[in-house]
């Protein structure tokens, strides 16, 4: 048993209360705080220090990231199939001076993107 199921068990204290309970006496004491001037308040530079550890620690677990990239992929390609089969109808029913425009346009918009 421990001291949370302890004070629990006698019904007294923070850990005690039902989470609710607690939820509102800690909102309290931040509001407090930050109308008191003492709260932490993160800087820019404190921020991404901070996300660039969390990305560390979440990267560092490999099947996790590769669930992730699995599930990213199922639902970037959910359809594919059938939006390839249309795209293709619809290239195939356009004259190829139109084809060859859209992809030289595509291009150019491609080139000018990755200059930036």
């Given at each position: 048993m421990?001291?949370?199921?302890?004070?629990k068990?006698?019904?007294r204290?923070?850990?005690?209360?039902?989470?609710?309970?607690?939820r509102s006496?800690?909102s309290?004491?931040?509001?407090?705080a930050?109308?008191l001037?003492?709260?932490h308040?993160f800087s820019?530079e404190e921020?991404?220090e901070?996300?660039?550890k969390?990305g560390e620690a979440?990267?560092?677990?490999?099947?996790h990231?590769?669930?992730?990239g699995r599930?990213?992929?199922?639902?970037?390609h959910r359809g594919s199939?059938?939006?390839?089969?249309?795209?293709?109808?619809q290239?195939q029913?356009q004259?190829?001076?139109?084809?060859?425009?859209?992809?030289?346009?595509?291009?150019?918009?491609?080139?000018q993107s990755s200059?930036?």
């Amino acid at each position: 048993m421990n001291d949370r199921d302890n004070a629990k068990a006698r019904g007294r204290g923070f850990a005690s209360m039902d989470t609710e309970k607690q939820r509102s006496i800690a909102s309290l004491g931040g509001r407090a705080a930050h109308r008191l001037g003492t709260a932490h308040e993160f800087s820019s530079e404190e921020a991404r220090e901070a996300g660039r550890k969390g990305g560390e620690a979440v990267s560092a677990n490999r099947a996790h990231m590769a669930a992730i990239g699995r599930k990213g992929g199922e639902a970037s390609h959910r359809g594919s199939a059938k939006h390839a089969e249309q795209t293709q109808v619809q290239q195939q029913q356009q004259p190829a001076t139109q084809r060859v425009s859209r992809d030289y346009e595509t291009t150019v918009r491609e080139q000018q993107s990755s200059q930036f």
